[in-house]
């Protein structure tokens, strides 16, 4: 092959490989006495007026495998959306957790709401963000600190869209949102993590939290929605999901409810390989992973850009 040949083939790829996504960048802040973590995904090209995303993850998990399996960073680039992902701190066994009132751990002083909303601030001083436009998402121990968020700040979260998560039920009593907001919930019935009848006997030692049914009523009544549609959404190969939608005469806010039969403690279409080991392990543990058919993270993005 001719120099000029492999000259002109390098830079075609180089243009390739700039056109592919832009790089999430390892960030920290100070807060609460703490040094804290996240990942920073901010799109090439990203429009004005674009939305933030915070994506939080499971109890033992991390802001890189949620980063990993939700996808969120191809749809960032989709739609416009700079996306970041809190790193939780440890607690005494070594996990990473968000504090949203877990029994176990009822000594800890870590203000998680107080971190995510100082992380938010700090985000807003890129200009193009839209101060409006500012969503919260999370799986298991991260939808419960969306749930939180949406009782405490709800002046700063337009919407939230908890997947397999819960409400506590200390947090469900004193929930008092500031203003109405959208709510998109996603949760297996067969999920045995996340109960989906709840756990007000703290059989499994997380604390009494909430039956999906009980969450669900709770915000109807905290937006005042109705129910304007059910139906059921059927895939080759996998459970079934019955979707809920509630909502008030102008549309907004919304309340979506999710229900996977005989879905397990799973975020829907998560982007793993079939013969990702890590797949294979959690289908086989918990159902993570299971569903294939339905995309979780389109559907929760595709809600919040209604929300602007």
């Known amino acids: 092959m001719k120099k000029t040949s492999v000259t002109l083939l390098f830079a075609a790829l180089l243009l390739c490989r700039q056109g592919v996504a832009a790089e999430p960048r390892q960030e920290t802040m100070s807060f609460g006495g703490l040094q804290r973590e996240y990942t920073l995904y901010t799109p090439d090209n990203l429009p004005s007026r674009a939305g933030l995303v915070i994506a939080l993850h499971g109890y033992s998990s991390s802001a890189q495998n949620i980063l990993a399996y939700s996808g969120l960073n191809a749809l960032a680039d989709e739609h416009g959306f700079v996306v970041a992902y809190p790193q939780g701190t440890e607690d005494q066994n070594d996990n990473a957790f968000f504090n949203v009132g877990y029994a176990f ?43 939180l968020l949406a009782c405490e700040a709800a002046d700063v979260f337009r919407a939230v869209a908890p997947v397999a998560g819960t409400m506590m039920v200390a947090t469900a009593a004193a929930c008092a949102p500031s203003r109405a907001i959208s709510v998109l919930s996603i949760n297996g019935t067969a999920d045995d993590v996340t109960r989906y009848a709840g756990d007000l006997a703290n059989a499994d030692g997380w604390g009494a ?82 569903h294939r058919g339905f995309d979780a993270s389109e559907k929760i993005i595709e809600n919040f850009n209604k929300n602007k």
Do not use: C
């Not at 909303?117 to 807003?124: D, K």
């Not at 039956?211 to 109705?226: G, T």
């Not at 079934?240 to 229900?259: F, K, Q």
């Open 105 to 147: 751990h009822a000594e800890s002083t870590v203000d998680d709401v107080g971190f995510i909303l100082a992380l938010v601030e700090r985000l807003l001083g890129n200009e193009q963000i839209d101060p409006h436009r500012v969503f919260a998402t999370g799986m298991s121990n991260g939808g419960d600190m969306s749930y």
């Open 209 to 290: 939290y909430l039956s999906v049914d009980e969450i669900v009523n709770l915000w109807i009544q905290q937006a005042n929605v109705e129910k304007s549609a059910s139906k059921v959404l059927d895939f080759s190969g996998d459970d079934s999901i019955a979707l809920d939608h509630y909502t008030t005469a102008s549309g907004s806010p919304e309340r979506l409810h999710y229900r996977v039969e005989g879905g397990g403690h799973d975020w829907p279409g998560a982007r793993f390989a079939w013969w990702d080991l890590r797949r294979l392990v959690s289908v086989y543990a918990m159902g993570f992973g299971e």
